[in-house]
């Protein structure tokens, strides 16, 4: 398995391989940057942070599989640090810019359907936010979101259950029984 192998060429020290691993999730990396800080800058910048973190401590890494769910944490985790530092707010998804970049979005009809997203998100705590966009958005499963916030699965799915319930009650929709 290649992924495997590049994995456990970068524990060795191989940087080539840990770009490599880097550059295959790329895409996926920036939109999670950006749905924390908000704009491109910041979001490249909490990424440098990450891949410099990455070389520094990829040989604490006990599972190879699960190198793309240990990047991403620390990715979140160099976010929330950049934004604690700059004193910031974290609201997830509230740039303008997001809206333009998330992929598919050309469309009337989608932009419409994200700007509604975006206001009923907004009726929600800041951690059922963060949970309900890093399942729903980012496809993240819930024991990787656990890692990446550092709450455990049970709180995770308490958070997404009860943000959208509240979305529901807010907005209409099925009922949750």
Not at 10 to 33: F, H, M, P, S, V
Not at 59 to 75: D, G, R, V
Not at 94 to 101: G, M, N, P, Y
Request: glycine residues 4%.
């Amino acid at each position: 398995m290649k992924f495997v192998r590049l994995v456990k060429k970068a524990k060795k020290g191989n940087k080539e391989a840990l770009l490599q691993l880097i550059q295959e999730q790329q895409d996926d990396y920036y939109r999670l940057a950006l749905t924390y800080m908000g704009n491109s800058h910041d979001a490249m910048d909490a990424m440098e942070e990450m891949i410099v973190s990455l070389y520094q401590s990829i040989h604490q890494l006990k599972k190879e599989e699960a190198f793309y769910s240990w990047s991403k944490t620390i990715l979140v985790n160099r976010c929330k640090q950049m934004l604690r530092k700059q004193s910031k707010v974290v609201f997830m998804g509230d740039s303008e810019e997001q809206i333009e970049t998330v992929p598919n979005l050309d469309s009337i009809v989608q932009s419409e359907q994200r700007m509604d997203l975006q206001r009923m998100l907004s009726k929600v705590n800041t951690d059922q936010r963060e949970a309900i966009e890093l399942k729903y958005i980012h496809d993240l499963d819930y024991g990787t979101i656990a890692d990446m916030t550092q709450v455990s699965v049970g709180t995770v799915k308490s958070r997404v259950f009860n943000g959208l319930k509240k979305m529901r009650e807010t907005f209409g929709g099925d009922n949750i029984d």
